[in-house]
C-alpha cells in the first residue's frame, strides 16, 4: 500500500469515528486550542502497514476531533507537515521495500518466545508543537538567525575563495616542480572536480544526520588538507590534497543553502539565498588579487594554501561552537531522545530515527535520478548546458585576465587580480536588482495563493544573459591593445558579473520552482555538469588565447554566449507546457497556466480542510507512486 492509499484509508477512518459519536458527545467535545495540532496524516504519522485503519475503526465510541479542520487554521504548520513528509518520502532508507527479507526469522534467543505486538507506533512518535514550536528553526530569534547566516556566509565563501586562490600560485608551482603551466593549473581544476563530486555525498548525509554533522565534518577535512597542500613536497602530493580540499569545501556550497531554506520561510528566503549567493560567486573573485600580492612577496605560494587554512580553521571553530541544528527530521530526533531520557519511556522516537541506510537505494537517489533529470529533462538539461557554459568562463577568467593585464599593460599579480573588482561590483549589482524585486514577486506569489510560476523568476535571466554576452565583446575587443586605457578592459566586468549572478541566482530559483520534492536532484545534475566544465575550462584557455589571440577567443566566447540566450526565452514561452509533459516536474492550476483542474488530485484529501486548499503546502506534496514509476 502506498503512501497516499495508507493517507486516504486513515481519513476515512477517522470520518468513520466522526459518524459512529452519539450526538451529545459531538456536542460536547472539548475543541483544541489554536496552537495545539492533532495527530496528522504526515511522513511521520504514515504506518508502514495498515493496521492503523483497523484500530481507528475500533475507536467508534471515543470522541476524536477531525484534524483538518484544526490544520485549516494553520497554513504554516500544515506546509511543514507536508515539506516533512517530502523530506521523509524522499530520504534514503524510508522505503520498506529496500528491506525485506525472505528468509525466516531468527530465534529470539534466550528459550524466550517473541513478545506481544507494541501498542500502535504512531503514537509513541514525536511532532512539532504548533506553528510556534520553538524547536522549529524558522522560529529562532532574528538575531540568531543573522549570526546564523553570517556565519555560514563566511565558511561558504572560504571554501570558494580557496578554489582561485591556487590560479595565482600556478606559475610559481610550476616552475618549482619543473613542469607546464597547464600542470599547475590542475590544483584549480582538481578542487573544482571535488566540488562536483563532493555534493553526492555531503548532500544525503545532510539528510540521514542533520546539517551541522556534514558542516563541521566537511570544514576540518576542508582546513586539514589545506595545510597539507601547503606543505606537500612533490607535485602529486599538492594536487591529490587539492582535490580533497575541494570534495570537503564542497559541504558549505551544498548544504548550507538548506540550511537557509530550513530558517527563513518563503518570505524571506528568496532574500536570505541571494545573499548566499552573493556570497559563492564574490568568493572566486575576491582570491586572485589576494593570492597575486602574496606570491609577490617573501611569503611565496605556499602561504596561498596557509591562508586558506587559516580561514577553514576559524570557520570550522565557528561552526563547532555556535551552529545549531536546523534539519527539522533531526531536531525530533534530539527532542525524542530528551524525551525518553526524562520520561524513561524507551518507545518514544522520531520518525527519522527508523531510517535504515540501503546502498541501491542511496544510489538511485544520488546518482541515478540526477542523471536521470540532467539528460532527460529539458528544462534541467538545457539550463545546465547554459549554467555550466557560463561557470566555466567564471574559472577560465582566472587565466584570461592576466593575458590583458599581466601581458598587455604589464600589471604584477596582485595588481591584475584587483581588476576582477569589476566583476564583483557587476555581481552586487545583481543580488540588489534581485533583492529590489522582491516585493513584486510577493506581490505576484500572494496573488496566485502563495504558489509561485516558476517561469517569473526567467526575465532577469534573459537580462543577464544580455548584459553578460556583450561583456565578454567589450572585454576581447578593448583588452588586445595597450593603447586602449586598462579600465576600459576592467570596467567589461560590470557586465560580465552582472550576468553571471543574474543567471546563476535566478535558475536555480527556477529549477527549484519547476521541480520542488526533486528540485535537489536537479540541481545535484547540475552541478555536476557545472563543475565539470569548471575544471576543464581554464585547462585549454592558455592554448585559446595564444593560439586565437585575446580579440578572437573572446569573440569566439561571446558568439557562444550569445547562442544561448534563447534558452531562458523559450523556457519563459513555453515552459508551462514543458513542465506538463515532465515526469518529475509538478503542474497543477496555480503554478501551470493551461494545467488540467485536477492535476495531482490524489494528494487532495491529505492536505485539503473542507474544500480549502493551501497551495503552498500542497505544492511540496509529493507525486503519487504510480507517477514516479512512470519517471
Not at 522505503?95 to 524466550?112: D, I, Q, W
Request: proline letters at 6%.
Amino acid at each position: 500500500m502506498n503512501m497516499e492509499e495508507v493517507d486516504r484509508e486513515l481519513i476515512r477512518a477517522e470520518e468513520d469515528a466522526q459518524r459512529h459519536l452519539s450526538p451529545t458527545t459531538t456536542e460536547h467535545a472539548p475543541r483544541r486550542s489554536s496552537n495545539e495540532v492533532e495527530r496528522v496524516v504526515s511522513a511521520s504519522s504514515v504506518s508502514t502497514s495498515s493496521s492503523e485503519g483497523a484500530a481507528a475503526r475500533r475507536m467508534g465510541g471515543m470522541s476524536r476531533i477531525p484534524t483538518s479542520r484544526d490544520l485549516e487554521r494553520h497554513p504554516t504548520e500544515l506546509s511543514r507537515i507536508n515539506t516533512a513528509r517530502s523530506q521523509h518520502s524522499a530520504t534514503v532508507g524510508r522505503s520498506v521495500k529496500s528491506r525485506e527479507s525472505r528468509k525466516p526469522l531468527p530465534a529470539f534467543g534466550a528459550g524466550k518466545p517473541f513478545p506481544p505486538p507494541l501498542p500502535e507506533q504512531e503514537a509513541y512518535v514525536v511532532e512539532f508543537d504548533g506553528p510556534d514550536d520553538p524547536y522549529h528553526a524558522q522560529n529562532w530569534s532574528l538575531k540568531k538567525k543573522l549570526l546564523t547566516a553570517a556565519m555560514l556566509g563566511y565558511t561558504t565563501m572560504t571554501s570558494a575563495f580557496a578554489s582561485s586562490i591556487f590560479s595565482a600560485a600556478t606559475p610559481y608551482v610550476a616552475r618549482e616542480f619543473n613542469v607546464s603551466t597547464e600542470v599547475g593549473l590542475l590544483g584549480v581544476s582538481l578542487f573544482v572536480v571535488g566540488f562536483a563530486t563532493g555534493p553526492t555525498f555531503w548532500a544525503p548525509l545532510s539528510e540521514l544526520k542533520g546539517r551541522r554533522l556534514p558542516v563541521v565534518i566537511a570544514m576540518f577535512g576542508f582546513s586539514v588538507f589545506s595545510i597539507a597542500c601547503a606543505t606537500g613536497k612533490d607535485l602529486q602530493t599538492v594536487l591529490i590534497c587539492r582535490f580533497f580540499a575541494g570534495f570537503c569545501g564542497a559541504c558549505p556550497l551544498a548544504v548550507v543553502a538548506a540550511i537557509f531554506s530550513d530558517m527563513f520561510n518563503n518570505a524571506t528566503r528568496g532574500i536570505a539565498i541571494t545573499i548566499f549567493s552573493m556570497a559563492v560567486f564574490t568568493g572566486p573573485l575576491l582570491a586572485p588579487f589576494v593570492g597575486g600580492f602574496i606570491v609577490e612577496s617573501y611569503l611565496g605560494w605556499r602561504w596561498t594554501m596557509y591562508l586558506a587554512s587559516i580561514m577553514g580553521w576559524v570557520a570550522f571553530t565557528l561552526d563547532l561552537l555556535f551552529l545549531g541544528e536546523t534539519y527539522p527530521p533531526v531536531i525530533l530526533i534530539e527532542k525524542a531522545a530528551e524525551l525518553r531520557r526524562r520520561t524513561k519511556n524507551w518507545g518514544i522516537h522520531a520518525k527519522q530515527e527508523e531510517i535504515e541506510i540501503d546502498f541501491k537505494e542511496l544510489l538511485q537517489k544520488n546518482f541515478t535520478r540526477p542523471m536521470r533529470l540532467l539528460f532527460g529533462e529539458p528544462i534541467v538539461t538545457l539550463l545546465s548546458i547554459y549554467m555550466a557554459f557560463i561557470y566555466g568562463l567564471l574559472y577560465l577568467f582566472l587565466t584570461a585576465y592576466p593575458f590583458v593585464f599581466q601581458g598587455v599593460h604589464h600589471f604584477n599579480s596582485g595588481q591584475s587580480g584587483l581588476a576582477f573588482f569589476g566583476m564583483i561590483i557587476g555581481q552586487l549589482l545583481a543580488g540588489t536588482v534581485v533583492l529590489l524585486d522582491q516585493p513584486r514577486y510577493q506581490r505576484k506569489l500572494a496573488a496566485n495563493g502563495g504558489v509561485p510560476i516558476p517561469e517569473w523568476r526567467l526575465p532577469v535571466v534573459i537580462a543577464g544573459g544580455v548584459a553578460f554576452t556583450g561583456g565578454i565583446f567589450w572585454f576581447g575587443w578593448s583588452g588586445y591593445r595597450a593603447d586602449v586605457h586598462w579600465i576600459v578592459p576592467a570596467a567589461s566586468g560590470i557586465l560580465t558579473g552582472f550576468g553571471l549572478m543574474g543567471i546563476f541566482l535566478q535558475a536555480l530559483n527556477y529549477l527549484v520552482d519547476a521541480y520542488l520534492m526533486f528540485a535537489a536532484s536537479a540541481i545535484a545534475g547540475n552541478t555536476f555538469l557545472r563543475s565539470l566544465c569548471g575544471a576543464g575550462f581554464p585547462l585549454f584557455s592558455t592554448y585559446m588565447f595564444n593560439g586565437m589571440g585575446i580579440e578572437w577567443a573572446s569573440t569566439l566566447l561571446g558568439c557562444v554566449a550569445a547562442a544561448l540566450v534563447p534558452i531562458p526565452v523559450i523556457f519563459y514561452l513555453y515552459g508551462h507546457k514543458i513542465r506538463q509533459r515532465s515526469h518529475f516536474a509538478p503542474t497543477m492550476p496555480a503554478n501551470t497556466p493551461g494545467a488540467a483542474a485536477g492535476s495531482n488530485s490524489s494528494n487532495d484529501t491529505a492536505i485539503d480542510g473542507e474544500g480549502a486548499v493551501d497551495h503552498a503546502a500542497r505544492s511540496n506534496v509529493p507525486k503519487t507512486n504510480v507517477e514516479h514509476e512512470k519517471a
